[in-house]
């Protein structure tokens, strides 16, 4: 059900090509280009029965919209992207949609209903030991301990994030870079001046490295970037 069959290949083919498509604008912040194109692309998986292919086009959707505004309908489309994967049986993306309800709630100010969705999907990563996927969460769980002055959370959820990224091969990305980020402005909270050096060093390295600064994919990478110096500063 959830595989391309001879019948449906060249739909599936479209729908990721196009998704592909809509991921590139959506890094260079041309949301309603975005947008249309994950439409088509979840057309195109529907009209081929690909259901968690639909889901996992319904999770960037959601990012979108809340970038337009539209923070009730990304909730709603995260909310129906995990009913989908639920069905499908496609565990890997069910903790990523609470994260991402996590993190509109997290940006409406609403923590303690985003601390809720961060510890249920953390709870689900941990029972198939996810430790890529569990580092992203922390880093949102301790953005919501943080909004509100609980240092000692942050630091422990930061803490644990540094740790399991030790046991990965060397990373790049949005997640990695948000911990470094993070854990700068934590240690430096703490007095560890020279670790909030550390790891602000590590932060703007992987900004240069990955061309963060270019791509609008994640509005906390934005925000931990604007607390960065700049490039040739």
């Known amino acids: 059900m959830g595989d391309p069959t001879p019948d449906n290949d060249a739909l599936f083919a479209e729908g990721v090509d196009l998704r592909v498509r809509a991921i590139d604008a959506h890094r260079r912040g041309e949301w309603h280009h975005a947008l249309d194109q994950y439409i088509e692309a979840e057309r195109r998986f529907h009209k081929a029965n690909l259901g968690a292919q639909v889901a996992w086009t319904m999770i960037h959707q959601g990012q979108v919209q809340e970038r337009l505004g539209e923070a009730v309908e990304a909730i709603a489309l995260f909310t129906g992207a995990e009913a989908m994967l639920r069905f499908h049986g496609d565990r890997a993306g ?14 409406q100010g609403r923590q303690e209903a985003a601390l809720s969705q961060y510890c249920e999907g953390e709870a689900i990563y941990r029972s198939f030991h996810d ?103």
Not at 94 to 107: E, K, M, Q, T
């Open 131 to 233: 430790p890529i996927g569990l580092v992203g969460l922390l880093a949102g769980k301790a953005m919501s301990y943080l909004a509100i002055n609980r240092r000692i959370e942050a630091h422990a959820a930061i803490a644990e994030a540094l740790w399991k990224m030790q046991d990965q091969p060397p990373g790049h990305g949005c997640d990695t870079f948000l911990v470094h980020a993070l854990a700068s402005r934590i240690l430096g909270m703490a007095g560890d001046a020279d670790g909030a050096r550390s790891h602000l060093a590590q932060a703007a390295r992987l900004a240069q490295l990955d061309h963060l600064r270019s791509d609008r994919m994640d509005p906390d990478v934005e925000n931990e970037l604007s607390l960065l110096p700049p490039e040739n500063g």
């Open 94 to 107: 069910i903790p990523l949609c609470c994260r991402r309800r996590g993190d509109v709630l997290r940006r």
